[in-house]
Protein backbone atom coordinates (compact mmCIF):
# COMPACT_ATOMS: atom_id res chain seq x y z
CA UNK A 1 0.00 0.00 0.00
CA UNK A 2 1.15 3.51 -0.94
CA UNK A 3 2.53 5.95 1.71
CA UNK A 4 -0.04 9.38 1.88
CA UNK A 5 0.99 11.59 -0.70
CA UNK A 6 1.61 15.20 -0.65
CA UNK A 7 0.55 17.68 -3.24
CA UNK A 8 3.75 19.55 -4.19
CA UNK A 9 3.40 23.36 -5.17
CA UNK A 10 2.71 22.31 -9.13
CA UNK A 11 -0.69 20.38 -8.16
CA UNK A 12 1.36 16.87 -8.71
CA UNK A 13 1.05 14.09 -6.26
CA UNK A 14 4.51 12.51 -4.59
CA UNK A 15 5.08 9.77 -2.06
CA UNK A 16 6.21 10.94 1.64
CA UNK A 17 9.97 9.83 0.59
CA UNK A 18 9.66 11.70 -2.86
CA UNK A 19 8.85 9.22 -5.18
CA UNK A 20 6.30 10.36 -7.80
CA UNK A 21 3.00 8.77 -7.95
CA UNK A 22 -0.34 9.70 -9.20
CA UNK A 23 -1.57 13.56 -9.07
CA UNK A 24 -3.73 13.69 -6.56
CA UNK A 25 -4.94 16.72 -8.12
CA UNK A 26 -5.28 17.78 -11.50
CA UNK A 27 -3.79 20.63 -13.32
CA UNK A 28 -5.24 23.22 -14.43
CA UNK A 29 -4.37 24.50 -17.77
CA UNK A 30 -3.41 28.32 -17.74
CA UNK A 31 -6.37 31.23 -18.62
CA UNK A 32 -4.81 34.01 -17.41
CA UNK A 33 -2.52 36.48 -19.79
CA UNK A 34 0.64 37.10 -17.97
CA UNK A 35 2.47 39.89 -19.63
CA UNK A 36 6.32 41.31 -19.26
CA UNK A 37 8.57 44.16 -19.76
CA UNK A 38 8.34 43.16 -23.21
CA UNK A 39 4.96 43.92 -24.14
CA UNK A 40 5.14 47.02 -21.46
CA UNK A 41 8.36 48.63 -23.85
CA UNK A 42 5.61 48.14 -26.86
CA UNK A 43 4.25 51.10 -29.02
CA UNK A 44 0.91 52.14 -27.72
CA UNK A 45 -1.07 54.00 -29.50
CA UNK A 46 -2.36 57.35 -27.96
CA UNK A 47 -5.28 57.35 -25.56
CA UNK A 48 -8.56 58.18 -27.32
CA UNK A 49 -11.05 60.12 -25.73
CA UNK A 50 -15.06 59.87 -26.61
CA UNK A 51 -15.04 63.75 -25.21
CA UNK A 52 -11.63 65.00 -24.92
CA UNK A 53 -10.31 64.92 -21.88
CA UNK A 54 -12.79 63.36 -20.07
CA UNK A 55 -13.73 59.60 -21.10
CA UNK A 56 -11.30 58.01 -22.34
CA UNK A 57 -11.17 54.21 -24.12
CA UNK A 58 -11.20 52.27 -22.17
CA UNK A 59 -12.34 54.39 -19.15
CA UNK A 60 -15.24 53.04 -16.13
CA UNK A 61 -16.74 56.74 -14.67
CA UNK A 62 -19.36 57.99 -12.85
CA UNK A 63 -21.55 61.26 -13.30
CA UNK A 64 -23.44 62.40 -10.21
CA UNK A 65 -25.50 64.70 -8.44
CA UNK A 66 -28.97 65.36 -6.33
CA UNK A 67 -31.95 64.29 -7.48
CA UNK A 68 -32.90 67.80 -9.92
CA UNK A 69 -29.41 68.64 -10.93
CA UNK A 70 -30.75 67.43 -14.62
CA UNK A 71 -27.69 64.56 -14.63
CA UNK A 72 -29.53 62.72 -17.16
CA UNK A 73 -30.21 65.12 -19.38
CA UNK A 74 -26.70 66.68 -19.65
CA UNK A 75 -25.25 63.17 -20.85
CA UNK A 76 -28.15 62.77 -22.89
CA UNK A 77 -26.82 65.86 -24.76
CA UNK A 78 -23.40 64.55 -25.04
CA UNK A 79 -24.55 61.00 -26.15
CA UNK A 80 -26.08 62.74 -29.03
CA UNK A 81 -22.85 64.61 -29.83
CA UNK A 82 -21.13 62.03 -29.27
CA UNK A 83 -22.75 60.00 -31.87
CA UNK A 84 -22.99 62.61 -34.16
CA UNK A 85 -19.36 63.90 -34.31
CA UNK A 86 -20.57 67.25 -32.93
CA UNK A 87 -18.29 69.16 -30.59
CA UNK A 88 -20.12 69.08 -27.29
CA UNK A 89 -20.68 72.05 -24.84
CA UNK A 90 -20.45 74.86 -27.83
CA UNK A 91 -20.20 78.56 -26.43
CA UNK A 92 -23.38 80.73 -26.99
CA UNK A 93 -23.53 82.13 -30.05
CA UNK A 94 -21.17 85.48 -30.00
CA UNK A 95 -19.40 84.19 -27.38
CA UNK A 96 -15.83 83.72 -28.68
CA UNK A 97 -15.01 81.12 -25.53
CA UNK A 98 -12.99 77.95 -25.99
CA UNK A 99 -15.83 75.62 -23.63
CA UNK A 100 -16.20 73.18 -26.80
CA UNK A 101 -15.18 69.73 -26.08
CA UNK A 102 -14.09 67.38 -28.73
CA UNK A 103 -16.11 64.17 -29.63
CA UNK A 104 -15.12 61.00 -31.09
CA UNK A 105 -18.10 59.68 -33.41
CA UNK A 106 -18.98 56.30 -32.08
CA UNK A 107 -21.66 54.30 -31.47
CA UNK A 108 -23.81 54.57 -28.44
CA UNK A 109 -25.55 52.45 -25.87
CA UNK A 110 -27.69 53.73 -23.01
CA UNK A 111 -29.33 51.53 -21.04
CA UNK A 112 -32.03 53.12 -19.16
CA UNK A 113 -32.93 52.24 -15.55
CA UNK A 114 -34.54 54.89 -14.54
CA UNK A 115 -36.79 57.24 -16.27
CA UNK A 116 -39.31 55.15 -18.46
CA UNK A 117 -39.32 54.57 -22.56
CA UNK A 118 -41.91 57.83 -22.50
CA UNK A 119 -39.37 60.32 -21.28
CA UNK A 120 -35.96 58.67 -23.14
CA UNK A 121 -38.14 58.99 -26.49
CA UNK A 122 -38.63 62.62 -25.81
CA UNK A 123 -35.48 63.42 -24.44
CA UNK A 124 -33.56 61.56 -27.19
CA UNK A 125 -36.11 63.16 -29.96
CA UNK A 126 -35.67 66.70 -28.76
CA UNK A 127 -31.32 66.18 -28.70
CA UNK A 128 -31.36 64.48 -32.52
CA UNK A 129 -33.67 67.18 -33.83
CA UNK A 130 -31.75 70.31 -32.69
CA UNK A 131 -28.73 68.58 -34.82
CA UNK A 132 -30.46 67.29 -37.69
CA UNK A 133 -29.41 63.96 -36.55
CA UNK A 134 -30.41 61.22 -39.51
CA UNK A 135 -32.89 58.16 -38.36
CA UNK A 136 -29.91 55.43 -38.58
CA UNK A 137 -27.37 58.13 -36.27
CA UNK A 138 -25.65 55.21 -34.31
CA UNK A 139 -27.37 56.15 -30.66
CA UNK A 140 -29.30 53.23 -29.24
CA UNK A 141 -30.88 52.98 -26.37
CA UNK A 142 -33.02 50.42 -24.26
CA UNK A 143 -35.51 51.33 -21.48
CA UNK A 144 -36.65 49.20 -18.92
CA UNK A 145 -34.98 45.73 -20.18
CA UNK A 146 -36.23 42.61 -19.02
CA UNK A 147 -34.53 40.95 -17.54
CA UNK A 148 -33.41 43.51 -15.48
CA UNK A 149 -29.59 44.14 -15.45
CA UNK A 150 -27.94 42.97 -12.42
CA UNK A 151 -24.17 43.79 -12.61
CA UNK A 152 -23.41 41.98 -9.31
CA UNK A 153 -23.98 38.96 -11.66
CA UNK A 154 -21.58 38.09 -14.05
CA UNK A 155 -24.29 36.30 -16.42
CA UNK A 156 -26.37 39.21 -16.59
CA UNK A 157 -23.05 41.92 -17.06
CA UNK A 158 -22.49 39.34 -20.15
CA UNK A 159 -25.59 40.23 -21.77
CA UNK A 160 -24.62 43.89 -21.62
CA UNK A 161 -21.37 43.45 -22.77
CA UNK A 162 -22.67 40.89 -25.76
CA UNK A 163 -25.37 43.74 -26.95
CA UNK A 164 -22.57 46.66 -26.49
CA UNK A 165 -20.03 43.90 -28.84
CA UNK A 166 -22.92 43.67 -30.95
CA UNK A 167 -23.61 46.91 -31.72
CA UNK A 168 -19.84 48.45 -31.58
CA UNK A 169 -20.83 51.05 -28.50
CA UNK A 170 -17.74 52.81 -27.43
CA UNK A 171 -19.81 54.88 -24.95
CA UNK A 172 -21.74 53.00 -22.32
CA UNK A 173 -24.05 54.84 -20.17
CA UNK A 174 -26.08 52.99 -17.42
CA UNK A 175 -28.58 54.78 -15.76
CA UNK A 176 -28.33 54.02 -12.85
CA UNK A 177 -26.30 52.37 -10.41
CA UNK A 178 -28.26 51.65 -7.39
CA UNK A 179 -30.51 50.20 -9.95
CA UNK A 180 -28.82 47.72 -11.19
CA UNK A 181 -26.95 46.36 -8.22
CA UNK A 182 -29.03 43.68 -7.73
CA UNK A 183 -28.89 42.39 -4.04
CA UNK A 184 -25.69 44.35 -2.95
CA UNK A 185 -25.89 46.51 -0.61
CA UNK A 186 -24.61 50.05 -1.62
CA UNK A 187 -23.04 51.15 1.24
CA UNK A 188 -21.07 47.77 1.83
CA UNK A 189 -17.90 46.00 -0.05
CA UNK A 190 -20.22 43.90 -2.24
CA UNK A 191 -20.18 46.95 -4.37
CA UNK A 192 -16.57 45.90 -5.01
CA UNK A 193 -17.76 43.23 -7.24
CA UNK A 194 -20.38 45.43 -8.92
CA UNK A 195 -17.78 48.36 -9.78
CA UNK A 196 -15.49 44.74 -10.70
CA UNK A 197 -18.04 44.05 -13.08
CA UNK A 198 -18.77 47.41 -14.72
CA UNK A 199 -14.63 46.98 -15.38
CA UNK A 200 -14.38 44.42 -17.18
CA UNK A 201 -17.22 45.53 -19.79
CA UNK A 202 -15.16 48.30 -20.63
CA UNK A 203 -11.78 46.29 -20.47
CA UNK A 204 -13.54 43.81 -22.61
CA UNK A 205 -15.62 45.82 -25.25
CA UNK A 206 -12.93 48.88 -25.24
CA UNK A 207 -15.76 51.65 -24.50
CA UNK A 208 -15.96 53.99 -22.23
CA UNK A 209 -18.82 53.28 -19.78
CA UNK A 210 -20.29 56.09 -18.02
CA UNK A 211 -22.40 55.43 -14.77
CA UNK A 212 -25.12 57.56 -13.28
CA UNK A 213 -25.40 58.18 -9.82
CA UNK A 214 -26.74 59.95 -6.46
CA UNK A 215 -25.06 62.34 -4.58
CA UNK A 216 -24.49 61.59 -0.33
CA UNK A 217 -27.18 63.80 1.20
CA UNK A 218 -25.06 66.43 3.27
CA UNK A 219 -24.31 66.05 7.39
CA UNK A 220 -23.69 69.70 7.71
CA UNK A 221 -19.87 68.97 7.48
CA UNK A 222 -17.62 69.76 4.96
CA UNK A 223 -14.83 67.35 3.97
CA UNK A 224 -13.20 65.41 0.67
CA UNK A 225 -15.10 66.47 -2.22
CA UNK A 226 -14.90 62.83 -3.42
CA UNK A 227 -17.01 62.01 -0.05
CA UNK A 228 -19.88 63.24 -1.73
CA UNK A 229 -20.10 60.50 -3.65
CA UNK A 230 -23.03 58.25 -1.97
CA UNK A 231 -22.03 54.27 -0.88
CA UNK A 232 -19.54 52.81 -0.07
CA UNK A 233 -15.34 53.78 -1.01
CA UNK A 234 -15.49 50.69 -3.46
CA UNK A 235 -17.56 52.83 -5.48
CA UNK A 236 -14.85 55.75 -5.68
CA UNK A 237 -11.82 53.68 -5.69
CA UNK A 238 -13.23 51.37 -8.90
CA UNK A 239 -13.71 54.74 -11.16
CA UNK A 240 -11.35 57.04 -13.76
CA UNK A 241 -13.38 59.75 -12.86
CA UNK A 242 -16.20 61.58 -11.01
CA UNK A 243 -18.01 64.13 -12.17
CA UNK A 244 -20.32 65.72 -9.65
CA UNK A 245 -23.34 68.16 -11.59
CA UNK A 246 -24.22 71.06 -9.25
CA UNK A 247 -27.21 72.89 -9.82
CA UNK A 248 -28.74 75.96 -7.66
CA UNK A 249 -32.05 77.50 -7.30
CA UNK A 250 -33.58 74.90 -10.43
CA UNK A 251 -31.48 77.06 -12.59
CA UNK A 252 -30.71 76.50 -16.27
CA UNK A 253 -26.93 76.88 -15.38
CA UNK A 254 -24.88 73.93 -14.31
CA UNK A 255 -21.31 73.49 -12.82
CA UNK A 256 -19.64 70.57 -13.02
CA UNK A 257 -16.68 69.34 -10.66
CA UNK A 258 -14.55 66.18 -10.46
CA UNK A 259 -14.25 64.89 -7.12
CA UNK A 260 -11.81 61.78 -8.69
CA UNK A 261 -9.28 61.87 -11.48
CA UNK A 262 -7.03 59.31 -12.33
CA UNK A 263 -4.73 60.57 -14.51
CA UNK A 264 -5.11 64.70 -15.61
CA UNK A 265 -6.64 66.89 -13.69
CA UNK A 266 -10.03 67.83 -15.13
CA UNK A 267 -11.07 71.43 -14.30
CA UNK A 268 -14.77 72.61 -13.88
CA UNK A 269 -16.72 73.41 -16.38
CA UNK A 270 -20.21 74.80 -17.62
CA UNK A 271 -23.11 73.88 -18.96
CA UNK A 272 -26.25 75.70 -19.61
CA UNK A 273 -29.67 74.12 -20.43
CA UNK A 274 -31.31 75.75 -23.68
CA UNK A 275 -35.06 74.30 -24.90
CA UNK A 276 -37.99 74.42 -27.00
CA UNK A 277 -41.89 72.89 -26.35
CA UNK A 278 -44.03 71.38 -28.83
CA UNK A 279 -46.52 74.32 -28.28
CA UNK A 280 -49.17 74.37 -26.96
CA UNK A 281 -47.87 71.12 -24.95
CA UNK A 282 -44.87 71.24 -22.41
CA UNK A 283 -43.60 68.41 -24.26
CA UNK A 284 -39.71 68.95 -25.37
CA UNK A 285 -39.26 69.64 -28.98
CA UNK A 286 -35.70 70.50 -28.66
CA UNK A 287 -32.80 70.35 -26.46
CA UNK A 288 -29.01 71.13 -26.25
CA UNK A 289 -26.71 72.56 -23.57
CA UNK A 290 -24.52 75.34 -24.55
CA UNK A 291 -20.81 75.26 -22.35
CA UNK A 292 -19.34 78.69 -20.27
CA UNK A 293 -16.27 79.24 -18.27
CA UNK A 294 -16.61 78.65 -14.65
CA UNK A 295 -13.81 80.04 -11.58
CA UNK A 296 -12.80 76.96 -9.48
CA UNK A 297 -13.09 78.05 -5.78
CA UNK A 298 -14.21 75.02 -4.03
CA UNK A 299 -12.32 71.66 -5.63
CA UNK A 300 -9.78 69.82 -3.43
CA UNK A 301 -7.18 71.38 -5.97
CA UNK A 302 -8.38 74.97 -5.20
CA UNK A 303 -8.19 74.91 -1.73
CA UNK A 304 -4.75 73.22 -1.72
CA UNK A 305 -3.57 76.39 -4.24
CA UNK A 306 -5.23 78.36 -1.90
CA UNK A 307 -3.16 77.36 1.02
CA UNK A 308 0.08 76.86 -0.70
CA UNK A 309 -0.84 80.88 -1.99
CA UNK A 310 -1.38 81.81 2.25
CA UNK A 311 1.50 80.41 3.32
CA UNK A 312 3.36 82.02 0.26
CA UNK A 313 2.35 85.44 1.44
CA UNK A 314 2.71 84.74 4.93
CA UNK A 315 5.40 82.12 5.70
CA UNK A 316 4.90 82.68 9.79
CA UNK A 317 1.22 80.90 9.65
CA UNK A 318 1.11 77.71 11.13
CA UNK A 319 -1.14 74.82 10.68
CA UNK A 320 -3.39 75.99 13.22
CA UNK A 321 -3.99 79.42 11.76
CA UNK A 322 -4.64 77.58 8.25
Excluded at 183 to 195: L, P
Amino acid sequence: MDKQTEPNAAGNGHKANGTATKATHKAIDPIWTIYTLADAYKPRDPIQYVVSGLFALPSLSIVYGPPGCMKTMLLTDMAACIASGSPWLEPLPNLAKRTAKKTLKCPVLWMDFDNGSRVMHERLEAAGRVRNMPEDAPLYYASMPDPWLDMGNPVSAKILEHHARSLGAKAIIVDNLGNVSGKADENSADMGKVMSHFRRLAEETGAAVIVVHHQRKSNGTSGRAGETLRGHSSIEAAIDLALLIERENQADQLKIKSTKTRGVDVSPFGAMFTFTHKLPTTELKTMRFFGFEVEDLSSDKAIRRAILEAVKEQPEVNQGDL
